[in-house]
């Protein structure tokens, strides 16, 4: 579990807003070295690791891109106005302190998020409640009212720090610990299913044909997801990602049954439908591994949110598709926090499924 738990840790920690993922890529390449026959890299950013081996062949993806932000206006006195990249809540931004990587003297900046030439702290700055009227006070404050502040006295400031339009922040968020091998990050969406992925790769002992692929920019449209699997036409896949975990004040169990320390949740339907329906046999083939052996795991039917396997089961004729997740408290805030055990689990379906495969397709 130490070793599960220092990987979540260096993944999530590591910064890779959709678009500029290269950081994360690099770790998930340096941890599949020896256990996959190829690793590359496609003209979209998606890494694809092969292992070997016979029909039928099985994608497993994992997107690697967290929400984040973009710089889009730096003003006079050195202040920037920023858009989001991917779904925020816009209270779960406000006085957060955040990151940004400057561009490097080759003007190429963190290239699509590998190393840069340094980085750069900001804030995310309001108004004191001292200064505050009361209608400010009880006014939720909108994205388009925040700036980050990075301690630069003007716009000139901004841009001899490598600062320009197009920069990418990404949340401060640290790696913790909590109680009952509970953690806690930014970017467990998805960092904790890129963790899964590779975790089942190297437990499994599976003689089939596999795709473990790090999807770009899901969080923006599930686009990784859609072109490599047209490239790859895998017979079976299975995407894994985050579930939205309840079981605190706020959720009723009538809004999602899915908690923490209960296993891995395997997905019926998504967005009313309109996402994924999973179909019979991927649904068999999951359940019926977990049954035979004895993984617990939870059934999820949800109204909002989606996945890669939206964009997978879609691909070409149709790619029967599925989907596992880890059951996650708090999904897109820089406070996510999820079960180390459920982490665990989730791996060992998948890697058990992997060896499996044969039986139901």
């Known amino acids: 579990m130490r070793e599960l738990k220092e990987l979540l840790a260096r993944l999530a920690e590591a910064r890779g807003i959709s678009g500029y ?4 890529r690099e770790i998930v ?36 891109d967290e929400i ?43 290239g699509d998020g590998g190393a840069a030439s340094g980085m750069i702290f900001g804030v995310i700055g309001s108004k004191p409640p001292h200064r505050m009227k009361k209608e400010e006070r009880e006014k939720v404050i909108k994205v388009e009212d925040m700036f ?22 990404t949340i401060d968020g640290r790696f913790v610990s909590l109680a009952n091998e509970r953690v806690s990050c930014k970017a467990f969406d998805n960092r904790a299913g890129v963790a899964v992925m590779i975790e089942a790769l ?30 790859l036409n895998p017979d079976v896949a299975i995407a894994i990602d985050t579930d939205i975990a309840g079981g605190h004040p706020g959720i009723e169990k009538r809004e999602t049954a899915v908690e923490l320390d209960k296993g891995p949740v395997i997905t019926v339907s998504d967005a009313s439908g309109r996402g994924i329906i999973t179909p019979h046999p991927v649904l068999k083939w999951l359940k019926g591994t977990a049954s035979h052996y004895n993984i617990p795991y939870q059934l999820s039917v949800s109204e909002g949110g989606t996945t890669d396997a939206t964009a997978i089961h879609l691909t070409r004729s149709g790619i029967p598709t599925g989907v596992v997740g880890v059951p996650t408290r708090y999904i897109h805030s820089p406070v996510e926090l999820l079960s180390l055990k459920d982490v665990d689990k989730c791996a060992e379906l998948i890697a058990r499924a992997l060896e499996h495969v044969g039986e139901y397709f």
């Open 68 to 110: 984040g932000l973009m710089v889009k206006h730096i003003e006079s006195e050195g202040f920037l106005r920023f858009s989001t990249i991917g779904g925020w809540f816009d209270q779960t931004l406000l006085n957060q302190r955040v990151v940004l990587y400057p561009e490097s003297e080759s003007g190429s900046g963190g």
């Open 202 to 231: 190297r437990r499994t002992g599976t003689s089939n044909e596999i795709y473990a692929v790090g999807t770009v920019q899901e969080e923006v449209g599930l686009k990784g997801a859609r072109t490599s699997a047209f490239e």
């Open 148 to 169: 980050i502040d990075v301690g630069a006295r003007s716009e000139e400031e901004v841009k001899k720090l490598g600062i320009n339009i197009g920069t990418p922040v």
């Open 29 to 64: 390449e340096d941890e599949l070295k020896g256990y996959v026959d190829e690793i590359r890299t496609d003209r979209l950013g998606n890494l694809i690791a092969k292992k070997s081996g016979k029909s039928p062949s099985v994608m497993i993806a994992a997107h690697l």
């Open 21 to 24: 993922e290269g950081a994360v």
